[in-house]
């Protein structure tokens, strides 16, 4: 399995465990650049909720939100701004879901997230 679809297996559970917490998913994968992608966006309560996904098979080398840099939060807002812009959206919020696969299978969820 290579990394693109290892991340897209982390997406598949995330957006699972969205659903079956009252999410709609609207779109998946959104690129503003070569820099910038949106794993997730979804609407949640009247509100657009755009998700960043991290996953990892355990963590032996440090924990899936530690995988989200300065660099990388800077990215996620650029694509969020751009997509809010573009789409008229008011209300919004950045969520991260932190997925590790082994020993057992663990989903975190933070939401409404800033650094």
């Known amino acids: 399995m290579n990394k693109r679809e290892f991340g897209n297996n982390g997406e598949d559970l995330a ?19 070569k820099f910038c992608e949106i794993d997730i966006i979804a609407k949640h309560k009247n509100k657009t909720v755009f998700v960043e996904v991290k996953t990892r098979k355990t963590d032996a080398y440090g924990t899936p939100f530690e995988a989200i840099t300065k660099t990388k939060y800077k990215n996620i807002i ?12 008011k209300d919004f919020q950045i969520d991260v879901i932190g997925i590790t696969l082994y020993p057992q299978i663990r989903i975190q969820h933070l939401k409404n997230i800033s650094l």
Do not use: P
């Open 15 to 33: 957006c699972e465990y969205l659903l079956k917490n009252g999410y709609e998913i609207l779109e998946r994968n959104k690129h503003y650049s």
């Open 78 to 89: 650029t694509g969020v701004l751009s997509y809010a812009k573009e789409n008229k959206i």
